[in-house]
């Protein structure tokens, strides 16, 4: 048997997926006009055919790269569009995963009082709160700096919404409470299920001014559960070990996992993916997801960090291929987009990277794939499971002569 890696880097999007004009997207490019904002130290990334992906999924290789010759690459390449209705975190995750969602959400379009006023009386009312402040779409870091002092002397949490299908709260570990921050949580999820919303999250920060409030990581995610057998779900069901390190036991609702590991940061996150794979049995799915990609430089439109984060990431991606055993499989991809130069705050509709190594793994391209759910189905034969409802394999186990 072998064992499965997946690597999320959450919103590291390669350019503008074909339906990225249902979204006013065309043009977005997240890992592209990161590339052309410096020369970018990524030689293991690029050996994995990160720049030949991006290369097929535009028509254009990324800005200062030199793309190694196909020949010295050390892993096969794909560039995947996303067929789920929303760029949304949990479908990105769940169509990699084998389960496309092709319902719409609910959403909260209003840019101001953004949610009807039942749902916060109700809010207010079972959670015993004050009132509530915020109401809005924000920007996480922008809304605690603003109503952060208020929050503090009222107790009021901070309500706010994006783009995407989220009912967001944001209140001080200290002043408000960490526990009580996710009580209140519990009873907006029930509160939200009607409105067919996709997650509500604990957003917790610390400091004492607008200056130095900052988030932590005791974010935690409320999710629906997928509404069909993931791959985690197949796995676990076939007695497999299913280990999610950071946000993805959240994201999928904490079914289909069998242990999961927290972590901060990418330093953390790798390093606890590189642990667990060094001990993880026979037939294991290994799942992580990077969120600093997402939370602390696409959606704060921070181009330099994001470069920066790249680069750190490369750096530690030699250790984790050199845990590989013989027969195990590691893939890097991504959810969605979140173009750091891109108007707003919100993702963006793009191709994401199916870069996949391993010693078994054949070198070369794996060309365009038109869902996610080609990453979980490749997985689920690869770890020799039974199929999945969706997607197609790209690639099996090359044996040796
Ligand atoms: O601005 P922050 O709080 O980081 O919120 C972002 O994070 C949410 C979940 O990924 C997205 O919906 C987006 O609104
Ligand atoms: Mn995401
Ligand atoms: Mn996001």
Known sequence: MSRAVIVVLDSFGIGAAP????????????????????PL?????????????A???????????????????????????EVSSGKDTPSGHWEMAGVP?????????????SFPSTLLADLIDQAKLPGVLGNCHASGTDIIKALGDEHIKTGKPIVYTSADSVFQIAAHEQHFGLERLYQVCEIARTLLDPYNIGRVIARPFIGESASDFKRTGNRRDYAVPPHQKTLLDIAK???REVISIGKIADIFAHQGITKAVKATGLDALVASTVEQLKQAPDGSLIFTNLVDFDSEFGHRRDVAGYAQALEQFDQLLPQLMATLAADDLLVL????????TWPGTDHTREYVPFLATGPMVPVGSIGARSSFADI??????????????HGQVALTQQKED
């Open 376 to 389: 979980g189905q490749t997985i689920a034969k690869w770890l020799a499971l039974p199929p999945l409802l």
């Open 55 to 81: 290369y097929g999924a535009t028509g254009a290789t990324p800005a200062h790269l030199m793309l190694p010759p196909e020949s010295e690459l050390q892993g096969a390449y794909g560039w995947a569009a």
């Open 333 to 340: 991809t991504a959810d969605h987009g979140c173009d750091p």
């Open 41 to 53: 130290q990524i030689p293991n990334l690029l050996a994995l055919g990160l720049g030949h992906a």
């Open 101 to 113: 969602v092709m319902f719409d959400w609910g959403y909260f379009h209003q840019r101001d009082h």
């Open 237 to 239: 069901e076939n007695g």
């Open 19 to 38: 339906d990225a004009a249902q979204f006013g997207d065309v043009g977005a490019n997240t890992f592209g006009h990161i590339a052309a904002s410096r």
